[in-house]
């Protein structure tokens, strides 16, 4: 079969939209003078661009269950599971190329390569789906271990955010886990739950995932909104 006649039409129209909400979320975050931040359209813009990020991991969660079945049928269980985690590694290891590109562009602080952005939670994030999917044989068991998964990470957040026991970490650890306090970055907790899949076995016909995963461009969203939450932090 052709590989146009196989695409789903869908999911490209909903990844253009979500590059078109980003884009817009980041222009008029940029080029919004203060004076204009009060006004309705303002506030409108902003809850239309705050659709950008969950929009990005849905699609990438989604996308990430076909290709993780398509790769399970041309091979056997291993070498899916391996196939995915690869792909986790890479999206992980783009995340500090696309920090140090953006360094070098603005003339940033090397410190600003530890920022933890959505591609270096989406990658790890992605391993961990592909080791439970690998881990879980049945489809009642797929959907109950990502189901279990989703759940906890959601009940574990706001103990996340409070909690003085991730204080002791290195900050570059903890931001993982936990964004630093007054800033709106990405972290383990929730967004690991969103992007907790329940891939369907190779013989269904319709596509399942219990929540979807975000990405800063079409090309990672393919293979890739911000909670913020006062607590306490290390201070170092």
């Not at 489809?139 to 909690?163: D, E, K, M, Q």
């Not at 990405?186 to 969103?194: I, V």
Request: aromatic content about 10%.
């Amino acid at each position: 079969m052709p590989e146009a006649a196989s695409r789903r039409a869908y999911l490209d129209w909903l990844r253009g939209l979500a590059v078109l909400l980003m884009i817009e979320a980041h222009v008029i975050d940029a080029w919004t003078r203060v004076a204009d931040r009060t006004g309705a359209a303002y506030y409108g813009s902003i809850v239309l661009a705050g659709l950008a990020a969950p929009l990005f991991t849905f699609l990438a969660g989604l996308t990430a269950v076909l290709s993780t079945e398509s790769k399970a049928r041309r091979a056997d269980l291993a070498a899916a599971g391996a196939a995915v985690r690869r792909r986790g590694w890479e999206i992980f290891g783009l995340a500090f190329l696309f920090r140090l590109q953006a360094m070098i562009v603005s003339l940033g602080r090397p410190a600003h390569l530890l920022k933890v952005d959505i591609l270096n939670i989406m990658g790890p994030s992605i391993v961990a789906c592909a080791a439970i999917w690998q881990l879980t044989r049945s489809r009642a068991g797929r959907l109950a271990a990502f189901g279990l998964a989703t759940v906890a990470i959601a009940l574990l957040t706001p103990i996340a955010r409070t909690t003085a026991w991730l204080a002791p970490l290195p900050d570059p650890v903890e931001w993982y886990l936990r964004p630093p306090a007054g800033r709106n970055w990405f972290s383990f907790f929730p967004w690991l739950a969103f992007r907790s899949q329940a891939p369907r076995p190779a013989c269904s016909s319709t596509p399942r995932a219990t929540s979807g995963a975000s990405a800063s461009s079409w090309r990672v969203s393919r293979s890739a909104a911000r909670p913020c939450g006062p607590h306490r932090t290390s201070a170092r």
